[in-house]
């Protein structure tokens, strides 16, 4: 069974940096890997997602160019660096894989994590 285990969620304040990771176990890693996250109250969105080759990104746009996703397919991990964190970023983070990057950014989704909390202090 495939699991996906988040790390590296916390308190930061504005302006700050974490990196999270996600670490896939039962399983290598699927072809489009990802990150979503859901703030209180509001829907789960969509934030990263990345290729099998790791040549292949794309990022909501509220977050380009402050965020940016990796993988390292010899350790079955995916990383999303997120700087210049801003009280809006603040939500629970969840890894997730798909098998296109289409079912990615539809949230059709194979497998996804538990989540993580971020929280982006002001």
Known sequence: QVQLVESGGGLVQAGGSLRLSCAASGHTLSNVMGWLRQAPGKER???????????TTAYADSVKGRFTISRDNAKNTVYLQMNSL???????????????????????????????????SS
Do not use: N
């Open 45 to 55: 969105e969509f934030v990263a997602h990345i290729s099998w080759s790791g040549i």
């Open 86 to 120: 801003k009280p809006e970023d603040t939500a629970v983070y969840y890894c997730a894989a798909a098998a296109t990057a289409q079912a990615m950014g539809s949230m059709h989704l194979a497998y996804w994590g538990q989540g993580i909390q971020v929280t982006v």
